[in-house]
């Protein structure tokens, strides 16, 4: 290690490219008899930064202030690109990944919120920003849901004249009735349907519908009170993997959005049968709960606590940028035994999802990450944006969405079924 000049280097993406060389982790490296065992040869559009090689900094290194707006990116590459902080990302990308962007509006946030992926007609749908930066939607104003078909993209990939050249296929907007009023959750499909679940719009009540993904896009409202209460602004949703009931967020961002009134109601989690009607709370004691998933099993819930964007109060590094993990009680179904899964370097934690072996990602201020069941960050899906969410599509399609932009991985990694 003793010609690596590390104090040289600057975490930012202004980082100049000879310090950046020194990150690189070569197999031949003298460290690696003591750090991590990279192979020689890299898949492509990957680099790696060995925890081992910035472990150290010294006194004169240039340090990050802000989470928020200063990349972890000592190589000073280019994304989108896929940065490996441990050798098992490399069996998750396979040995022929690419990563790219597959649609772009730089004026308009479309890519947002509630990815789900229907099979049948191999699309997917999203919702765009609701209150915040480039959304174009307020107190008087919804906001848009979206898909884009990836039939679609697989065309315009055999006629790229090369693998990471960003597409522009179609987004194709909506109309959704009324009652679905900013969006910003998404799962399923649950019966044939898109699981929504909406924030509410001014007096307009939070609320969980299903909606038909096929022309005319008609849609039922199952949920939208707690005894009479309406909620803060729902956020997130995922169904149950054994019980197939649905669990969901519900948060103040409405509020710290300018779109929703005051909140009356804690923000925690809830469990819903749509069948009796029955609602619970499964979840308390967060700052702003926010993404939720669970494991294939059922057995383990996490949620992202995006505490750290409190959108008109501004951020705060200093809270929860963190996903936990639980125990889903086997009787109950509450969340017991609560500990730090993750705690994420770059923006918050906001969407959750997981692989078919429990790898767990999430949409983060530089992109998705991927950490294993045992809370090892492995790597990251690197595309200097804030990613809110992403999803599993096909085989080793990761659908990330990127507020202006979405960007396609194809890795080796595949989700399960969400699918209900
Ligand atoms: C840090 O910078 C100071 C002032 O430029 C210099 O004297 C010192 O040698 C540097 N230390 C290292 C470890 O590079
Ligand atoms: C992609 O297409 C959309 C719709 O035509 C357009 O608004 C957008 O600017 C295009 N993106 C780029 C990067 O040109
Ligand atoms: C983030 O997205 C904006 C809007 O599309 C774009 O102008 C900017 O270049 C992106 N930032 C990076 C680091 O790619
Ligand atoms: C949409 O309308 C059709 C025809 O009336 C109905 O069968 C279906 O249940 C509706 N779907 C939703 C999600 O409301
Ligand atoms: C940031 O959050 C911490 C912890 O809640 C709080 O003590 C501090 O006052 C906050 N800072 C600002 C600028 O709001």
Redesign the pocket.
Known sequence: MGSIHISMCTFVTSASVAAAAAWLYYATSPAQADGLRFPASLPPQTVVVDPLQFAVLGQNATFRSSSFTEFFNPTNTTPPFFQAFDPAFLDILGSNPSIRVI?????FAFAHEAPIWVQKTNEVFFASNDGGPLGFSDIDHNNQVSKVSLNEVDVAIKNARDATS?L?VT?TALALPGTVQMTNGGTGPFRGNLLLVNSGRGNLPPSITIVNPEAPHNATVLLDNFFGRQFNSLNDVKIHPTSKKLFFTDVTYGWLNHFRPLPLLPSQVYRFDPDTGIIRVVADGFDRPNGIAFTKDGKTAYIADTGASGGFLGNNQTEPATIYAFDVDSKTQAFHNRRVFAYVDTGVADGVQLDNKDNVYAGTGDGAHVWNPEGTLLGKFFIGNTSANLIFANKGQLVILGETEIVLAQIAAEGFNLAF
């Open positions: 649609a772009s509006n730089p004026g960003a522009n987004v």
